[in-house]
């Protein structure tokens, strides 16, 4: 363990100054995993006939908008696209969660890797929910 | 708190009382929840998906702890994120040994 020490000294380099600001960036990391489980989510919605193709469209809409809100720091479009609080939008949690499950119905992952991606797009619910609305 | 948590709540508090930064949450809870962390990867090591589920859980800490990481990030900060995908990895593979 002890070996991990300059690992943990560049870790405690990262510094958090306002809670406003500490989300985004940990969001944008997690982003292209969380990302592409709404994919494969949505995918595997559609194959399965869970999703026709318009509603397919609505929520690759989503997806771009809520890229778009997170890499400006837009807390209240961030919130917005991702909770689906918009006319016609959906909440996107439940094709993230699908996604995962399908990764393990395919034989992808196993169910303790299912368990860490499910953990990411909890604590990335979580996140979102607690951006400080101006 | 297990002795794994233990290990890297002395190895954070090291490191935050050299730089005289902080965290957003606090040490304790970082270092417990990133101990959780690699003891669940300890028990995947073998499985299909380890290398997914370790950068979900770099992620995992990353959001938890609040960390500030750069959205333009540089060939620097690229290093930083792999080190800690490395540290998690490296702790569950001596957790499971």
């Known amino acids: ?134 | 708190m297990s002795d794994t948590a233990n290990e890297f709540l002395a190895i954070l508090k090291d490191a935050l009382d050299e730089t005289g930064l902080e965290l957003e949450e606090s040490l304790e809870d970082v270092a417990q929840y990133a101990s959780e962390r690699a003891d669940h990867l300890a028990t995947i090591v073998d499985d299909p998906g380890f290398l997914q589920a370790v950068r979900a859980e770099r992620d995992n800490v990353a959001l938890k702890a609040g960390l500030e990481i750069a959205d333009d990030m540089d060939a620097i900060d690229r290093q930083i994120l792999g080190l800690i995908q490395g540290a998690l990895a490296f702790a569950a593979k001596l957790l499971a040994a």
């Open chain 1, 1 to 134: 363990m002890k070996r991990l020490l300059p690992l943990f000294l560049l870790l405690a380099a990262c510094v958090s100054q306002h809670k406003d600001e500490a989300l985004f960036p940990p969001l944008s990391l997690a982003w292209p995993g969380v990302e592409a489980d709404l994919l494969r989510g949505i995918d595997d919605g559609v194959t399965d006939g869970l999703l026709g193709g318009a509603e397919r469209s609505v929520l690759e809409a989503q997806l771009h908008d809520l890229a778009k809100a997170i890499k400006e720091r837009d807390a209240v479009e961030t919130r917005a696209e991702w909770t689906g609080t918009e006319p016609g939008d959906v909440a996107l949690i439940m094709w993230a969660q699908h996604g995962v499950q399908d990764q393990v119905d395919d034989g992808d992952i196993g169910p303790g890797a299912a368990a860490s991606l499910l953990e990411r797009i909890k604590n990335f619910d979580a996140a979102i929910a607690a951006l400080p609305l101006e």
